[in-house]
């Protein structure tokens, strides 16, 4: 087991709030950060930003604090957000269409390179600056095009066999939208689950007991 396998989740979720807050913090010119002060942005305590920053091996002075602009470029490093991996989107709906057009992908490590639905009417559409292919040309865009990763905006009762197909395909990373576990039918699989309707209810549920 590598150093990084013994890492919690907790700490690595915790990792692109920082790379935030640091790039914020950069941009207004602050050179230097203590602890306590990037806890406090964090709401966390100053030793649990010790003890996350020296799983990866601390990068703070004694009496100095973090280099601001050190820290954001060696968080960036750890999460890989140079590496640039190809992601395609599966489904070019309300949601799909929305993501493509709007989040910097760039900005977060990825490069969105093909867009896919199983709807003929968009297909030859655009949506930012791709035109939509359809699902049947999956199979060739993946041979002859390198693709990390798989972004699902599908319905979960379409899902099955997309992901089937894709895994054949050799890819094994997905940003999940579906509902769909795909981890339990690929086991090998690296998947990040968004289930927007979960967050609601756990607003709904703190909002109640406020």
């Not at 915790?14 to 964090?42: C, H």
């Not at 991996?85 to 929305?98: D, E, H, M, R, T």
Request: aromatic share 10%; hydrophobic share 35%; charged share 25%.
């Amino acid at each position: 087991m590598s150093k990084n396998d013994s890492i919690s989740m907790s700490v690595i979720r915790r990792l692109p709030r920082y790379y935030r807050f640091l790039t914020e913090l950069d941009e207004q010119g602050v050179d230097r950060i203590s602890s306590n002060k990037l806890a406090e942005i964090m709401n966390v305590t100053a030793s649990q930003v010790r003890q996350d920053l020296n799983c990866f091996g601390g990068f703070g002075q004694q009496g100095y604090g973090y280099s601001v602009g050190q820290l954001k470029d060696e968080i960036k490093g750890i999460l890989g957000l140079n590496n640039g991996y190809k992601a395609i989107l599966i489904g070019v709906g309300n949601f799909g269409s929305a993501l493509a057009n709007h989040l910097s992908f760039e900005k977060l490590g990825f490069e969105l390179v093909a867009c896919f639905d199983n709807d003929k009417r968009k297909v030859g559409q655009t949506v930012g600056e791709m035109v939509i292919r359809h699902d049947d040309e999956l199979e060739d865009y993946c041979s002859g095009n390198q693709v990390d990763t798989a972004i699902l905006c599908i319905p979960k009762e379409n899902v099955e066999a997309i992901l089937d197909k894709l895994y054949s395909l050799g890819i094994r990373s997905f940003w999940n939208f579906s509902h769909y576990d795909i981890s339990t039918r690929y086991s090998d699989t690296v998947v990040e689950n968004v289930h927007l309707s979960d967050r609601l209810m756990t607003l709904c549920y703190r909002m109640n007991h406020n």
